[in-house]
């Protein structure tokens, strides 16, 4: 908590964050209160953007430390996420381990050599929901019968949440998907049973990923 969260007020702003501020803030107060104002950075998917935005409503205005925030609580929890995954899989130091490295080490970006989930991007955010999937679908996998259905369903929600902060944040699904469905063909009866969920997923990932006024654009 003290490294993530000491000195976020630190004057060497990044290129983007400037950017990512105004953008999260004319999204909240169009969202919010008048329709007319315009929404910027459109190229980007919105969900992070709203979350910067409602960090920014406490403050009152378009605030890169209050990005910041945000972003560092994201990249603790994908350090959680990760201390509970791994710890389930390969114990408990090992999770401490894999947990450590995603939120303590430092990554060069942009000129700078502090950690980067600290930073007001729309990564950490996507971040978070991409280790939460990855999670969900372990479990998806390693389940059966109504538990399966229920983490597949999960894992398409947490899919979309990814989606919608980062456009490329389904891309660290596509790995353990495919050789996990192929691999559901080699049994009697799993292909109909298992071969529905990834649907369910699938079905899932869009609605989840909508929100208030999505631009045209999506």
Known sequence: LFLTLFRLVTPNVLSDEPTSAIASWRSVQSNLRSPRIINGNFQHPPLAKWLYGIAQLTVGHASVPADRVVAAMATLLTGVVLVIWIAR???RWTGLLAGALAVLLPEAVQGTTLRF?????LDPVAELFVAVYLLLLWEWFASERRRAW????ASGVAIGRAVASQGNGFLAAVGPVLPCVLASWRGPGLPLSRGRRPGLARGAAPVAGGG???PRFF
């Open 89 to 91: 899989l390969a114990g």
């Open 150 to 153: 229920l983490f597949a369903a």
């Open 212 to 214: 208030p006024r999505r």
């Open 117 to 121: 989930g600290r930073y007001a991007f």
